[in-house]
Antibody, heavy 119, light 113 residues
Framework: EVQLLESGGGLVQPGGSLRLSCAAS????????MSWVRQAPGKGLEWVSA????????YYADSVKGRFTISRDNSNNTLYLQVNSLRVEDTAIYYC????????????WGQGTLVTVSA | DIVMTQSPDSLAVSLGERATINCKSS????????????LVWYQQKPGQPPKLLLY???TRESGVPDRFSGSGSGTDFTLTISSLQAEDVAVYYC?????????FGQGTKLEIK
């Protein structure tokens, strides 16, 4: 059974930083691209960032480019999202997702970790 | 970016009746590479992450009841629940994966009438 367990969220002031983690199990981690998708409170879904299975290719939404960095540790089956220069509008639940092959849709989602940016 | 627009924003349907949700893309998501529509549907129940229902616009994910079906091609798509059950109360999202960045519809909230 695929499991994705996020951690690292919390309350942070504008301009602050956090490192989100996602521990993956139940599949061969390095065979799959992974993404972060976020959902602001009461709002819809927004893709944030993706990384290839090897970690060699990364992709970002324009809204986070230059502020967020995605990475992975395939030896420890863990996905990361370093979030810097946080803004109030970054407040959201951040979901770790497993991509289906290289197609860019998501067959497994974690429960999410809440990031709240507030003064 | 491809803009995905769902309609309606909310919908109330009686138990056992048909529910229909529409999704329109700002450009075609029919890929010439495999002649398939690069669209999925998710279901999100309160307090839960989204769950994959359908991919390639009409292929049910394993374990999804057959009352859920998808149709459409090009830019216009439909999710149909043939006979609404109480457990189908949720927000439904479409997503295109034809172009980067992948984008989602704004969601349709489905309730019981």
């Amino acid at each position: 059974e695929v499991q994705l367990l996020e951690s690292g969220g919390g309350l942070v002031q504008p301009g602050g930083s956090l490192r989100l983690s996602c521990a993956a199990s139940g599949f061969t981690f390095n065979n799959y691209a992974m993404s972060w998708v976020r959902q602001a409170p009461g709002k819809g879904l927004e893709w944030v960032s993706a990384i290839s299975g090897s970690g060699g290719r990364t992709y970002y939404a324009d809204s986070v480019k230059g502020r967020f960095t995605i990475s992975r540790d395939n030896s420890n089956n863990t996905l990361y999202l370093q979030v810097n220069s946080l803004r109030v509008e970054d407040t959201a639940i951040y979901y770790c997702t497993k991509e289906v092959s290289t197609y860019g849709y998501f067959d497994n989602w974690g429960q999410g970790t809440l990031v709240t940016v507030s003064a | 970016d491809i803009v995905m627009t769902q309609s309606p924003d909310s919908l109330a349907v009686s138990l056992g009746e048909r529910a229909t949700i529409n999704c329109k893309s700002s450009q075609s998501i029919l890929h010439s590479s495999n002649n398939k529509n690069w669209l999925v549907w998710y279901q999100q129940k309160p307090g839960q992450p989204p769950k994959l229902l359908l991919y390639w616009a009409s292929t049910r994910e394993s374990g999804v009841p057959d009352r859920f079906s998808g149709s459409g091609s090009g830019t216009d798509f439909t999710l149909t629940i043939s006979s609404l059950q109480a457990e189908d109360v949720a927000v439904y999202y479409c997503q295109q994966y034809s172009a980067t960045p992948t984008t989602f519809g704004q969601g349709t909230k489905l309730e019981i009438k």
